[in-house]
């Protein structure tokens, strides 16, 4: 119950934001306000704010390691780093 509290009021800062002028970024959704981290990034198990892994010809600058499908993860730890990708070909 909790949580649909707290998706319902992300929900009307969103609204209330956008009708106000725009407060808020226009790709902002409940889960950036919920999370606390802006789109393109995921609260991670510390609590921080990490770009999701993402597709680069290179290592991108902050890259921890590269995914088995290519794409190269931000993470600060490695319990859980590529997952959903096919786990970890190279730690940087």
């Not at 009307?12 to 934001?17: K, L, N, S």
């Amino acid at each position: 119950m909790t949580r649909s509290i707290l998706v319902s009021a992300a929900t009307a800062v969103v609204i209330v934001g956008s009708a106000a002028g725009g407060a808020f970024p226009a790709n902002a959704t409940p889960h950036d306000f919920i999370m606390g981290c802006p789109s393109g990034e995921y609260e991670n198990s510390s609590g921080n704010c990490v770009p999701v892994p993402t597709q680069a010809p290179s290592a991108p600058t902050g890259a921890t390691a590269q995914c088995r499908d290519g794409s190269w993860s931000f993470s600060e730890h490695r319990s859980g780093t590529c997952s959903g990708h096919g786990g970890v070909a190279v730690w940087l």
